[in-house]
């Protein structure tokens, strides 16, 4: 009776009812068993959409790549480790999704082929990595049918609102979020963010706060494209 | 008084009066101002050792690659992230350095050029990246003079004391630490290790311990070979 009560309560956010999927972290690319490619992302702003579009009472999936953060509770969280595996959980999870948002820092290319022992250094003054290129998620989740409202994240240290309207039109997304991580006191592994929303025909500037509070004024702008 | 008295105690330890530099951790090499590639050392080695060094009275220099480790209490931290800057924090700890323990999983090679902008993905399917040779952090110290007393770790996949041993001869080195990566119950991240000392005469197992124990039967030893 307590539960149903409680989920009751949930029924009544302005996402009860609706099924979200976030990304979040970096993903790792191997190099070797020892080692990889990733980037600075913290996890900080998926982990914290996903409280928030719970708290929203949607029914939540976070793909995450390797993180230190707790997981958040009452939501469905799915360690992964590369792109691809974040591909693969991406498209697993995709089934009745309402919402996608992609917020992971996917790397965008992996090694062609990790080796499957340690890369001794050798006397080799250069080395020579070959890349691929990964499966683009975002791109795939917003291609699909039905599609669901997709949001992009864009972390640029330059031209950020020109590459997001970019990113935007390219993969067909419904939002993108733009920040500049080249400002130190915003974004990667801070506790704050400031961000430009890139919207298919305007911009909306939400002025530097916590990435709690990003989240919930993120979570509430979706809720009113859904509803 | 008490400082004084503090003091004391720790000048009855083993390595009383000898100053010990460890390094610890992953490096990290930039590939622009998001992406990097590092390694999965947690650093937990390292900081143990520069523990165990202090407890037995030795003024202690830890030289950390980024890890999400408390910095250990009378340990001197001089946080790096690469290679390069590994390199010369090592240099400039050298003096009067009695032991130098390279414990950190330093990157072998870096790339050519760090891009200053963030590289865009692009229309390409494949990225190829140029990677140059890091100075040889360890083999710079043991060919120093007066050398100090010079310990390597080798963690490796296959071929483990082939590996190490062909370390310490080419390297100079006086003291060898080899694990076995592969294994997935000890070593990276691990709060656990056993390990293989390759000395220049012998070699000695030391049975699965924690890595607190087993830096403590390290320093003993190395104490040892000071006396």
Same mark, same amino acid.
């Given at each position: 009776?307590?539960?149903?009560?409680?989920?009751?309560?949930?029924? @009544?956010?302005? *996402?009860?009812?609706?099924?979200?999927?976030?990304?979040?972290?970096?993903?790792?690319?191997?190099?070797?068993? +020892?080692?990889?490619?990733?980037?600075?992302?913290?996890?900080?702003?998926?982990?914290?959409?996903?409280?928030?579009?719970?708290?929203?009472?949607?029914? @939540? $999936?976070?793909?995450?790549?390797?993180?230190? *953060?707790?997981?958040?509770?009452? +939501?469905? *969280?799915?360690? $992964? +480790?590369?792109? #691809?595996?974040?591909?693969?959980?991406?498209?697993?999870?995709?089934?009745?999704?309402?919402?996608?948002?992609?917020?992971?820092?996917?790397?965008?290319?992996?090694?062609?082929?990790?080796?499957?022992?340690?890369?001794?250094?050798? #006397?080799?003054?250069?080395?020579?990595?070959? =890349?691929?290129?990964?499966?683009?998620?975002?791109?795939?989740?917003?291609?699909?049918?039905?599609?669901?409202?997709?949001?992009?994240?864009?972390? #640029?240290?330059?031209?950020?609102?020109?590459?997001? &309207? /970019?990113?935007? #039109?390219?993969?067909?997304?419904?939002?993108?979020?733009?920040?500049?991580?080249?400002?130190?006191?915003?974004?990667?592994?801070?506790?704050?963010?400031? $961000?430009?929303? +890139?919207?298919?025909? &305007?911009?909306?500037? =939400?002025?530097?706060?916590?990435?709690?509070? =990003?989240?919930? /004024?993120? $979570?509430?702008?979706?809720?009113?494209?859904?509803?």
């Amino acid at each position: 009776a307590i539960a149903a009560h409680c989920a009751g309560l949930f029924d @009544t956010g302005s *996402l009860a009812g609706k099924r979200v999927v976030i990304t979040a972290g970096p993903t790792r690319e191997a190099l070797d068993p +020892v080692r990889y490619i990733s980037n600075h992302s913290s996890g900080k702003m998926g982990y914290a959409l996903a409280e928030a579009a719970r708290e929203a009472g949607a029914t @939540t $999936v976070l793909i995450s790549g390797p993180t230190h *953060l707790p997981s958040p509770e009452r +939501v469905t *969280l799915l360690p $992964v +480790v590369s792109a #691809e595996e974040m591909y693969a959980a991406s498209l697993q999870a995709l089934p009745d999704c309402d919402v996608f948002i992609a917020t992971a820092a996917v790397a965008d290319y992996r090694p062609d082929q990790a080796a499957a022992q340690k890369i001794k250094k050798g #006397e080799r003054d250069t080395l020579v990595i070959e =890349l691929v290129k990964n499966p683009d998620i975002v791109a795939a989740m917003a291609a699909h049918t039905p599609k669901p409202f997709t949001v992009g994240f864009a972390a #640029e240290t330059e031209r950020v609102i020109d590459y997001a &309207r /970019d990113k935007l #039109e390219r993969k067909q997304l419904d939002l993108v979020v733009a920040n500049d991580v080249s400002r130190s006191d915003i974004g990667f592994n801070s506790d704050e963010n400031a $961000v430009t929303l +890139v919207w298919p025909q &305007r911009e909306e500037n =939400l002025s530097r706060r916590s990435k709690h509070q =990003l989240a919930r /004024d993120l $979570v509430e702008r979706i809720a009113r494209q859904l509803a």
